[in-house]
């Protein structure tokens, strides 16, 4: 069992940063590979981007390549996303989630997920 709590998200303006933090709880932490999603109102849930549990493997959507970087402290149960260069169309609930074994796009494969935290970006 992993429970999942996002913090981190705010109001920005367009340009600006963020760091986002998934902190978890249990002793695996490792064991889990980690996703960000995001959902903008009116809109379906989105990949983000994904950390395997040993930290080695990231992917990213193309939406985010460049501005955005996925790491992880599994000695402190936290991965965190670094949004850099925000844009309006940012703007969404991001969502954390868990699973063990690979990383993955799907969102509907992930078992644990966070409450989620809010990021607006204005222009």
């Known amino acids: 069992q992993v429970q999942l709590v996002e913090s981190g998200g705010g109001l920005v303006q367009a340009g600006g940063s963020l760091r986002l933090s998934c902190a978890a709880s249990?002793?695996?932490?490792?064991?889990?590979?980690v996703g960000w999603f995001r959902q903008a109102p009116g809109k379906e849930r989105e990949f983000v981007t994904t950390?395997?549990?040993?930290?080695?493997?990231?992917y990213y959507a193309d939406s985010v390549k460049g501005r955005f970087t996925i790491s992880r402290d599994n000695a402190k149960n936290t991965v965190y996303l670094q949004i850099n260069s925000l844009k309006p169309e940012d703007t969404a609930v991001y969502y954390c989630?868990?699973?063990?074994?690979?990383?993955?796009?799907?969102?509907?494969?992930?078992?644990?997920w966070g409450q989620g935290t809010q990021v607006t970006v204005s222009s």
């Open positions: 989630a868990a699973r063990v074994g690979s990383g993955l796009t799907n969102w509907a494969l992930y078992r644990y």
């Open positions: 249990g002793r695996t932490f490792s064991s889990y590979a």
């Open positions: 950390i395997s549990g040993s930290g080695g493997s990231t």
